[in-house]
């Protein structure tokens, strides 16, 4: 006799288990599945040859099971060029089965006598015979009805409650003869229950179901991988364990070669310790397992919980009801005492709390002291904090949901006063459009009122709420410039800055504990549509902008709008001062906004091309939310964004109407002495709008600028004409402004970090520093000679060092950044 045991599935509802590995190598007891039903194919029918037919990540299960020997059976694989259904796949194999054969599913757990259901099989001089079993809840598999004798009447696959006329269902094992092969079509899709057992009824041939009795299982999904070892501590299933068996007073220990389990450990239950892991004193074990290479420090208390292989575990860490994956750190003191799964290669930091049953996907990092109420599906990590720097960012119908979006609003909503102004805006991509009419609904229901500006760049907003007393805060719904997958929600106090990391935390506290506030049907806010943002916008540019300079010069620029909301402002501005222009991309197109990197490209090369050919004066970029702004000079070459800041001091610097303060971030280059600029270098974050007023200009080296003669806020629509204006005033090309910069070198890096060893970097920056010139303004910077330098400042979200190096040409620059790469990989590893 042979057998066929089918591995192919994707395991689609058992994600995320199965993410990385396929779902017969789920494990049970240590090993996979698919092991415990070869050796039991192989003692219960002495089966010696098996066909395995793969599909989903075949190499995983050939690299395990190999050619069979070492689990005293013959394998031979069957990998089909395409999905042929359950039972073509069979059919795939046919040469292979010169012989009565039986076929069991790679990811089934059971402990029925195979030899029974083959006794009956020849018994009845059956062709083809299923294994037949009572369930509880038959809904998702096929049922059967069989008369006394077993002879099979019918057939319904996952019925619904009202058309289940059977507890009786087919479990999937099938012994049959080779003449049946006959009957399956050759390289097409073909099923055994919706195809396969149709056509043989039809022909006359009868198909027996033997009524087995035992322990049969489907894994079809995470709550029933979870439940096999429920059944296995309770005794409902016996199966082979591994392991040195040592009686306990309250359980029993199985422990493999290299493990060990300090004598201060407390075992209760079944536990069993795989290959070389090993367990700290004082730890408290009930029913749990734990995989090759596994270790727990301290106190660490395991309640009816699964580790898989190469998991590291901190002291004081409390799990009940877990399914941790391969490879996941989990540091001290984390605990989910209501349940968890945690998928392979996540890192967990320490005082993390799960909340509920929730499911963290592979390779997500959750940061200290974070609570976990949802699923962490998508994306990098989920943060402490679901606010970045005042804006909340996700994917549509993901991480950003219409519910979450409600809730987020009824947070916020239940800061404010009831009666409050708050303005509500978006770009036109539908996932803005969504998930703003959600958000608007949650502020209503907490009685605060939306000033509508519908369809606007963000920074029309803004200055429309810097310039409005009656509004106290603003929302902006965006497609992200950063990740054409997510959507972002910007939030603004009334002045037009992102709101600060105290007032974040106080809307996250509302969010988490759903304290919102509720007011009555009388109080229900309500929606006032603004229909003049725009125009206000574009009146107050006009009043500051030299129209005449304009008019005095016959200036040419192509200008690429990006496919952004600006399509409707600056046209309008360009014909007010007469200047002569191409615009590009002024016009919706949601699909071109989800692909940004390649709309910025082809804008580059597009835009340089025609500058160069008409012999325009330059070429201008405007990001779709007027956010940032970018130069093609006269020469049709990309200016850099440093470049660009440079050259703008430099305009300034030229003018002479005065000194002129300037506010630049740390890392900001500072070789260039000039004579009319009062330059600041200082971290902007948290400074206030009085503050601010000091100071002409703001900028920083990534493209945005803000002249505060017009707004505080970072604006490239604005930044971009006063540009032009001081290019005119000057007197000047651009391609001469950026020929006048002194050449040198400014670069940026990013080193990878985890956030557990970014304060020691702090740490190790500083101490190196000692003894040379430095500055800990915004992060650690330290002069290598007197115009070179490096600045680390750790970034705030996500993994890594933000690295800023100023020399004098490349080799320096590259021998600079080499020796502290070479620095930070000693410290981390240290």
Same mark, same amino acid.
């Given at each position: 006799?042979?057998?066929?045991?089918?591995?192919?599935?994707?395991?689609?509802?058992?994600?995320?288990?199965?993410?990385?590995?396929?779902?017969?190598?789920?494990?049970?007891?240590?090993?996979?599945?698919?092991?415990?039903?070869?050796?039991?194919?192989?003692?219960?029918?002495?089966?010696?040859?098996?066909?395995?037919?793969?599909?989903?990540?075949?190499?995983?299960?050939?690299?395990?099971?190999?050619?069979?020997?070492?689990?005293?059976?013959?394998?031979?694989?069957?990998?089909?060029?395409?999905?042929?259904?359950?039972?073509?796949?069979?059919?795939?194999?046919?040469?292979?089965?010169?012989?009565?054969?039986?076929?069991?599913?790679?990811?089934?757990?059971?402990?029925?006598?195979?030899?029974?259901?083959?006794?009956?099989?020849?018994?009845?001089?059956?062709?083809?015979?299923?294994?037949?079993?009572?369930?509880?809840?038959?809904?998702?598999?096929?049922?059967?009805?069989?008369?006394?004798?077993?002879?099979?009447?019918?057939?319904?696959?996952?019925?619904?409650?009202?058309?289940?006329?059977?507890?009786?269902?087919?479990?999937?094992?099938?012994?049959?003869?080779?003449?049946?092969?006959?009957?399956?079509?050759?390289?097409?899709?073909?099923?055994?229950?919706?195809?396969?057992?149709?056509?043989?009824?039809?022909?006359?041939?009868?198909?027996?179901?033997?009524?087995?009795?035992?322990?049969?299982?489907?894994?079809?999904?995470?709550?029933?991988?979870?439940?096999?070892?429920?059944?296995?501590?309770?005794?409902?299933?016996?199966?082979?364990?591994?392991?040195?068996?040592?009686?306990?007073?309250?359980?029993?220990?199985?422990?493999?070669?290299?493990?060990?389990?300090?004598?201060?450990?407390?075992?209760?239950?079944?536990?069993?310790?795989?290959?070389?892991?090993?367990?700290?004193?004082?730890?408290?074990?009930?029913?749990?397992?734990?995989?090759?290479?596994?270790?727990?420090?301290?106190?660490?208390?395991?309640?009816?919980?699964?580790?898989?292989?190469?998991?590291?575990?901190?002291?004081?860490?409390?799990?009940?009801?877990?399914?941790?994956?391969?490879?996941?750190?989990?540091?001290?003191?984390?605990?989910?005492?209501?349940?968890?799964?945690?998928?392979?290669?996540?890192?967990?930091?320490?005082?993390?709390?799960?909340?509920?049953?929730?499911?963290?996907?592979?390779?997500?990092?959750?940061?200290?002291?974070?609570?976990?109420?949802?699923?962490?599906?998508?994306?990098?990590? #989920?943060?402490?904090?679901?606010?970045?720097?005042?804006?909340?960012?996700?994917?549509?119908?993901?991480?950003?949901?219409?519910?979450?979006?409600?809730?987020?609003?009824?947070?916020?909503?239940?800061?404010?006063?009831?009666?409050?102004?708050?303005?509500?805006?978006?770009?036109?991509?539908?996932?803005?459009?969504?998930?703003?009419?959600?958000?608007?609904?949650?502020?209503?229901?907490?009685?605060?009122?939306v000033v509508d500006a519908s369809t606007v760049p963000s920074v029309v907003m803004r200055y429309n709420l810097s310039t409005q007393d009656d509004i106290i805060a603003g929302v902006h719904f965006r497609?992200?410039?950063?990740?054409?997958?997510?959507?972002?929600?910007?939030?603004?106090?009334?002045?037009?800055?992102?709101?600060?990391?105290?007032?974040?935390?106080?809307?996250?506290?509302?969010?988490?504990?759903?304290?919102?506030?509720?007011?009555?049907?009388?109080?229900?806010?309500?929606?006032?549509?603004?229909?003049?943002?725009?125009?206000?916008?574009?009146?107050?540019?006009?009043?500051?902008?030299?129209?005449?300079?304009?008019?005095?010069?016959?200036?040419?620029?192509?200008?690429?709008?990006?496919?952004?909301?600006?399509?409707?402002?600056?046209?309008?501005?360009?014909?007010?001062?007469?200047?002569?222009?191409?615009?590009?991309?002024?016009?919706?197109?949601?699909?071109?906004?989800?692909?940004?990197?390649?709309?910025?490209?082809?804008?580059?090369?597009?835009?340089?091309?025609?500058?160069?050919?008409?012999?325009?004066?330059?070429?201008?970029?405007?990001?779709?939310?007027?956010?940032?702004?970018?130069?093609?000079?006269?020469?049709?070459?990309?200016?850099?964004?440093?470049?660009?800041?440079?050259?703008?001091?430099?305009?300034?610097?030229?003018?002479?109407?005065?000194?002129?303060?300037?506010?630049?971030?740390?890392?900001?280059?500072?070789?260039?002495?000039?004579?009319?600029?009062?330059?600041?270098?200082?971290?902007?974050?948290?400074?206030?709008?009085?503050?601010?007023?000091? #100071?002409?200009?703001?900028?920083?080296?990534?493209?945005?600028?803000?002249?505060?003669?017009?707004?505080?806020?970072?604006?490239?629509?604005?930044?971009?004409?006063?540009?032009?204006?001081?290019?005119?005033?000057?007197?000047?090309?651009?391609?001469?402004?950026?020929?006048?910069?002194?050449?040198?070198?400014?670069?940026?890096?990013?080193?990878?970090?985890?956030?557990?060893?970014?304060?020691?970097?702090?740490?190790?920056?500083?101490?190196?520093?000692?003894?040379?010139?430095?500055?800990?303004?915004?992060?650690?910077?330290?002069?290598?000679?007197?115009?070179?330098?490096?600045?680390?400042?750790?970034?705030?979200?996500?993994?890594?060092?933000?690295?800023?190096?100023?020399?004098?040409?490349?080799?320096?620059?590259?021998?600079?950044?080499?020796?502290?790469?070479?620095?930070?990989?000693?410290?981390?590893?240290?």
């Open positions: 006799m042979k057998a066929i045991v089918l591995a192919g599935g994707f395991g689609t509802r058992i994600q995320p288990l199965t993410s990385t590995i396929p779902k017969p190598m789920l494990p049970i007891l240590n090993a996979p599945m698919m092991e415990h039903i070869i050796i039991k194919l192989r003692d219960d029918l002495r089966v010696k040859d098996i066909a395995v037919l793969l599909y989903f990540m075949p190499e995983v299960i050939k690299e395990y099971f190999k050619d069979g020997k070492d689990f005293g059976v013959n394998i031979t694989y069957f990998l089909p060029d395409n999905d042929y259904g359950t039972a073509g796949a069979v059919g795939f194999a046919r040469d292979f089965l010169d012989e009565t054969f039986i076929i069991v599913s790679g990811d089934l757990v059971t402990d029925f006598k195979f030899n029974e259901i083959y006794k009956f099989h020849k018994q009845k001089k059956s062709k083809l015979t299923i294994a037949l079993t009572p369930v509880e809840n038959p809904l998702q598999f096929g049922v059967v009805i069989a008369n006394k004798q077993g002879k099979i009447e019918k057939f319904l696959e996952k019925p619904s409650w009202g058309e289940v006329f059977s507890d009786t269902i087919n479990t999937g094992i099938y012994i049959l003869e080779p003449e049946i092969l006959d009957f399956i079509p050759k390289e097409e899709n073909y099923d055994f229950a919706k195809d396969l057992f149709i056509r043989l009824m039809s022909s006359n041939i009868t198909i027996w179901g033997c009524h087995i009795e035992g322990y049969w299982r489907d894994v079809g999904n995470p709550q029933s991988y979870r439940e096999v070892y429920q059944d296995i501590f309770e005794g409902k299933i016996v199966l082979p364990i591994k392991g040195e068996k040592t009686i306990y007073p309250k359980g029993v220990l199985y422990l493999e070669k290299g493990a060990s389990v300090d004598k201060s450990v407390q075992i209760k239950g079944v536990v069993v310790v795989g290959k070389n892991s090993k367990i700290g004193e004082l730890s408290e074990l009930n029913n749990s397992v734990l995989g090759e290479n596994c270790t727990l420090d301290e106190e660490v208390k395991l309640n009816n919980t699964i580790f898989w292989q190469g998991c590291s575990v901190g002291s004081k860490t409390n799990i009940h009801n877990g399914i941790i994956c391969n490879d996941v750190k989990i540091y001290k003191r984390v605990k989910a005492k209501h349940g968890v799964i945690i998928a392979q290669n996540c890192t967990i930091y320490k005082n993390v709390s799960f909340k509920k049953d929730v499911m963290v996907w592979p390779n997500k990092i959750i940061e200290e002291h974070s609570v976990i109420s949802s699923n962490v599906i998508w994306g990098d990590k #989920y943060k402490s904090s679901i606010f970045e720097s005042g804006s909340v960012a996700g994917r549509a119908n993901i991480e950003l949901s219409c519910d979450l979006c409600i809730k987020l609003a009824e947070a916020l909503g239940s800061i404010l006063p009831v009666g409050s102004r708050v303005y509500i805006s978006r770009d036109y991509h539908k996932s803005s459009i969504m998930l703003k009419r959600a958000f608007l609904s949650g502020l209503l229901s907490t009685g605060v009122n497609q992200s410039a950063k990740d054409q997958e997510e959507t972002e929600i910007l939030f603004y106090t009334d002045e037009g800055f992102f709101i600060d990391t105290n007032l974040s935390k106080n809307i996250e506290r509302i969010f988490f504990r759903e304290n919102f506030r509720r007011v009555r049907s009388s109080q229900i806010g309500e929606i006032d549509e603004d229909s003049e943002t725009n125009a206000r916008y574009i009146d107050a540019i006009r009043e500051k902008i030299d129209a005449n300079l304009f008019k005095s010069r016959d200036i040419k620029i192509v200008t690429n709008l990006m496919f952004g909301s600006t399509s409707k402002i600056y046209p309008n501005i360009l014909n007010t001062l007469d200047i002569e222009f191409i615009l590009l991309n002024a016009y919706k197109d949601d699909k071109q906004l989800q692909k940004l990197p390649s709309v910025i490209k082809r804008a580059h090369y597009e835009v340089g091309k025609i500058v160069k050919s008409l012999g325009f004066d330059c070429g201008i970029l405007i990001y779709p939310n007027g956010h940032k702004l970018q130069f093609i000079s006269d020469e049709g070459a990309l200016v850099k964004d440093y470049i660009a800041l440079l050259v703008l001091l430099n305009l300034l610097d030229s003018s002479n109407t005065g000194i002129k303060k300037v506010f630049l971030p740390a890392w900001a280059p500072d070789f260039i002495t000039y004579k009319y600029l009062d330059i600041t270098r200082d971290k902007v974050c948290g400074l206030k709008a009085k503050e601010l007023k000091e #100071y002409d200009l703001i900028a920083n080296t990534d493209g945005y600028f803000a002249f505060s003669e017009f707004s505080l806020n970072t604006d490239a629509v604005y930044s971009s004409f006063k540009f032009l204006e001081l290019l005119i005033q000057n007197k000047t090309t651009l391609s001469a402004a950026v020929d006048a910069i002194p050449k040198f070198v400014y670069r940026g890096e990013n080193i990878p970090c985890q956030s557990a060893f970014k304060g020691k970097m702090m740490r190790k920056f500083l101490e190196d520093s000692k003894g040379k010139k430095s500055s800990q303004t915004d992060g650690v910077k330290t002069w290598v000679s007197k115009n070179e330098w490096i600045l680390m400042v750790p970034n705030e979200h996500q993994q890594f060092l933000n690295i800023y190096i100023q020399a004098k040409d490349d080799k320096n620059a590259e021998k600079i950044f080499n020796e502290y790469k070479r620095k930070i990989d000693l410290w981390i590893n240290e």
